[in-house]
């Protein structure tokens, strides 16, 4: 079971940090996102070692995936938030070390995590 948390209200130009609880340590791990009327998209993703990592374009450079495989748990740091990053945050996981991008691949899913940016 994945648990996500650590979403909220910010203001835009401000930092939030995601957690997602009960990752393991053969399991590649991905960030995905839904914005209201709009599809899940990937936000960025982690392989099994955390050595491995990618990113979408309109996040590279602003957040940064991390994870503590001893803890089970994986971060997403989330520095000069934009309006356009609030939706639902979801942590993504599937036993394997390929990092992939799309949401196709991943078979377990957390409940979600509700971030807003305010402009």
């Known amino acids: 079971e994945l648990v996500e948390s650590g979403g909220g209200l910010v203001q835009a130009g401000g930092s939030l940090k995601l957690t997602c609880k009960g990752s393991?340590?053969?399991?590649?791990m991905g960030w995905f996102r839904q914005a209201p009327g709009k599809e899940r998209e990937f936000v960025a993703g982690?392989?099994?070692?955390?050595?491995?990592?990618s990113y979408s374009d309109s996040v590279k450079g602003r957040f940064t995936i991390s994870r503590d495989n001893a803890k089970k748990t994986v971060y997403l740091q989330m520095n000069r938030l934009k309006p356009e990053d609030t939706a639902v945050y979801y942590c993504?996981?599937?036993?394997?070390?390929?990092?992939?991008?799309?949401?196709?691949?991943?078979?377990?899913w957390g409940q979600g995590a509700q971030v807003t940016v305010s402009s």
């Open positions: 993504a996981a599937r036993s394997s070390d390929y990092c992939s991008s799309s949401q196709t691949y991943f078979n377990s």
């Open positions: 393991y340590q053969t399991s590649t």
């Open positions: 982690i392989g099994q070692s955390g050595r491995t990592t």
